[in-house]
């Protein structure tokens, strides 16, 4: 799914998994960074980073999506166990990545995951993550570690994310650099394990805080609950595209506005604390005006039970004479009339996207 798309790169000091450095909300020059998957881009200054975004309109015809089931107002037994054991792989699959991100991505990652890091283009399948890593890592072994700050699970528990704070650390034979992040994963349930499916790695702050902003710390129980919801897919790339549609038409601020939960976060803007709350998200991407900033979801994921799904794709920032383009990844929840709003956005810089013939 989609969401903030915003993305920073700067200089080498500040990057996370490459040469990027974190945005910072600097006025006039520098740019935000919108969320994308949720959607959270950092609008760069264009002398220190790179972001992009990208939704198409709305297709004109959207399936219709069955009638959810009544959604409880509390976590049932099974929700809470969900989110603990989500919170518990995601903490054992950094104690692994802090010795070897090889090793991560080969017993932690499904084999379609996708992985968007500063500077790449998207990367899609676990052989051609695995091949990434080990290039990089023949120049400079790199490890990452992290806490979750935040854990959700799909009506079902087949489907969850979790975002938070971390650090990579890059070493040569003479020189060790550490480096903060922010992360934002999407997860799968599968053989009774819980497999990364998209993850996002950008840019943090110093100092980061030990748990999540009040606005983002305590995620309700599921609001739509429905049975192999097979239009699920469908209208959330749909809402992805409405959502490009409207930054293109009203500015980012406004139409991320619209379409961020309450509780809904940026990840990745190079700040020491995760961007939350809707009004929070909105003025960050105040500056970017109707058609600045837009997007299109190229990798879509859902729960069966039609509630949570993600969004990543490519997003373009017009700012001026200059164009700059972002990988996004956004994780979106359902609401009670069906609708989606996204909870969690992130992006990185990347180049140009290849043109489809």
């Known amino acids: 799914m989609e969401g903030a798309r915003l993305s920073l790169a700067a200089s080498e000091q500040k990057c996370a998994i490459s040469a990027n450095s974190p945005r910072s909300p600097l006025p006039n020059h520098a740019i935000y960074i919108h969320l994308v998957g949720m959607r959270s881009l950092a609008i760069l200054a264009l002398a220190a980073a790179v972001s992009a975004c990208s939704h198409p309109a709305p297709s004109p015809s959207a399936p219709t999506a069955p009638s959810p089931q009544r959604a409880p107002v509390a976590l049932s037994a099974a929700q809470i166990a969900a989110r603990q054991s989500l919170l518990a792989a995601d903490?054992?699959?950094?104690l692994v990545a802090s010795r070897s991100l090889h090793d991560a991505i080969a017993?932690?990652?499904?084999?379609d995951v996708i992985m968007l890091v500063p500077s790449l283009?998207?990367?899609?399948?676990?052989?051609?993550v695995l091949a990434v890593i080990d290039s990089l890592n023949a120049v400079t072994n790199r490890t990452l570690s992290w806490r979750p700050i935040r854990a959700e699970t799909s009506a079902d528990g087949t489907r969850g994310y979790t975002y938070g704070y971390g650090r990579r650390v890059a070493r040569t034979d003479t020189l060790t650099s550490v480096v903060p992040i922010q992360y934002l994963s999407f997860w799968r349930r599968e053989d009774n394990a819980w497999k990364l499916v998209a993850w996002l790695i950008s840019a943090g702050g110093a100092d980061a805080p030990a748990s999540a902003p009040e606005a983002c710390a305590h995620p309700?129980?599921?609001?739509?609950v429905a049975t192999n919801d097979s239009t699920a897919v469908a209208t959330v790339r749909?809402?992805?595209?409405?959502?490009?549609?409207?930054?293109?038409?009203?500015g980012a601020g406004e139409a991320f506005r619209e379409f961020v939960a309450p509780d809904g976060a940026q990840i990745?803007?190079?700040m020491s604390e995760i961007t939350c709350g809707r009004e929070a998200v909105a003025k960050g991407l105040a500056p970017l005006a109707p058609g600045a900033l837009i997007w299109e979801p190229r990798v879509v994921d859902a729960a069966p039970s039609g509630d949570l799904a993600f969004t990543s794709g490519d997003a373009t920032i017009h700012i001026?004479?200059?164009?700059?383009?972002?990988?996004?990844?956004?994780?979106?929840?359902?609401?009670?009339?069906?609708?989606?709003r996204f909870v969690a956005d992130g992006g990185n810089s990347a180049p140009a996207p290849r043109k489809s013939h």
């Open 121 to 128: 283009a998207r990367i899609g399948t676990r052989d051609s």
């Open 220 to 224: 309700g129980p599921p609001e739509y």
């Open 268 to 270: 990745g803007t190079g």
């Open 238 to 250: 749909t809402a992805d595209l409405d959502f490009s549609a409207r930054s293109q038409r009203i």
């Open 320 to 340: 001026g004479k200059d164009t700059s383009y972002s990988n996004y990844l956004t994780v979106w929840k359902r609401r009670a009339d069906g609708s989606w």
């Open 107 to 111: 017993t932690g990652a499904s084999a």
């Open 91 to 94: 903490s054992s699959l950094s």
